[in-house]
T-cell receptor, first 114, second 112 residues
């Protein structure tokens, strides 16, 4: 989506930590999702942030700062199976009755090397 | 097993030949959506449905139609496919519009 920016590719070594940043612009922020997508497969849900702060789920954590329009996904103790594309998606509420449109970023390809 | 299924998984067709991609979910989800994924553009929403008989346009609805006659099914119809509709298509569902979505395995479409 044109209002969501994330790096195209990142490379890291097995066992290391990688931080994937996502910046966004919305008229009415209403939640941010992170999805993981392995090559040739469907996206799978990783995390959801709607309030500022850090959400931790095992090796994966996601952080949100609404005032800065910024989120990051932190992957710790990287494993080879973490090589995938990571999609940032933002819900933009535009004053309708619904929750708002979900806009996806183009994704960040993470390559984990031995 | 809770899942979203799509058929066909791969399809090669010619310009102008009507086609339908089926999507079905067995989780009793109210919200369903269709996306297309193209290199460098990410996932873009085509149409979505908040419940039976309730559908609305996403960001790129031109050239597509949908229907939601039953809760579990949400077919995507291309009345007259064109080469610019060559893409990877995903169906997704969730309990509600604000919830995390479950994606189907994808349908890779080539329009010649």
């Amino acid at each position: 989506g044109q209002n969501i920016d994330q790096p195209t590719e990142m490379t890291a070594t097995e066992g290391a930590i990688v931080q994937i940043n996502c910046t966004y612009q919305t008229s009415g922020f209403n939640g941010l999702f992170w999805y993981q997508q392995h090559a040739g497969e469907a996206p799978t849900f990783l995390s959801y942030n709607v309030l500022d702060g850090l959400e931790e789920k095992g090796r994966f954590s996601s952080f949100l700062s609404r005032s800065k329009g910024y989120s990051y996904l932190l992957l710790k103790e990287l494993q080879m199976k973490d090589s995938a594309s990571y999609l940032c998606a933002v819900r933009d509420y535009r004053g309708t009755d619904s929750w708002g449109k979900l806009q996806f970023g183009a994704g960040t390809q993470v390559v984990v090397t031995p | 097993e809770a899942q979203v299924t799509q058929n066909p998984r791969y399809l090669i067709t010619v310009t102008g030949k009507k086609l339908t991609v089926t999507c079905s979910q067995n989780m009793n989800h109210e919200y369903m959506s269709w996306y297309r994924q193209d290199p460098g553009l990410g996932l873009r929403q085509i149409y979505y449905s908040m419940n039976v008989e309730v559908t609305d346009k996403g960001d790129v609805p031109e050239g597509y139609k949908v229907s939601r006659k039953e809760k579990r099914n949400f077919p995507l119809i291309l009345e007259s496919p064109s080469p610019n509709q060559t893409s990877l298509y995903f169906c997704a569902s969730s309990f509600g519009e604000g919830d995390a979505q479950y994606f189907g395995p994808g349908t890779r479409l080539l329009v010649l």
